[in-house]
């Protein structure tokens, strides 16, 4: 019952920029904590960002200074404005969504980032 659907996905050039967005639906429970995930062909799948409930935000390393995490609790959405874009953040991203009340938390489908001249 409960999905999260992403959208903004898609073709960019180095240097450019995207604009992730994540809606959490099917559910009353409040949101905690919500992430972006992403995983490359034949990597592990890491940690790109997440923030709390109350906005603490906490980026991986090879993102700091380039994407930006945010959140509106009234629309039950997290974004990831991702800008400076290079080769190397080609990936499948993933929104993540833990809720109260539940044992562990959501998926989203997953979205291609494909950042390529």
């Known amino acids: 019952q409960v999905q999260l659907v992403e959208s903004g996905g898609g073709l960019v050039q180095p240097g450019g920029s995207l604009r992730l967005s994540c809606t959490v639906s099917?559910?009353?429970?409040?949101?905690?904590?919500m992430a972006w995930y992403r995983q490359a062909p034949g990597k592990a799948r890491e940690l790109v960002a997440s923030?709390?409930?109350?906005?603490?935000?906490n980026y991986g390393d090879s993102v700091k200074g380039r994407f930006t995490i945010s959140r509106d609790n009234a629309k039950n959405t997290v974004y990831l404005q991702m800008d400076i874009l290079r080769p190397e953040d080609t990936a499948v991203y993933y929104c993540n969504a833990d809720l109260w009340a539940y044992t562990r938390p959501f998926w989203g489908q997953g979205t291609q980032v494909t950042v390529s001249s």
């Open positions: 923030i709390t409930r109350g906005g603490t935000t």
């Open positions: 099917g559910s009353n429970f409040r949101i905690n904590t």
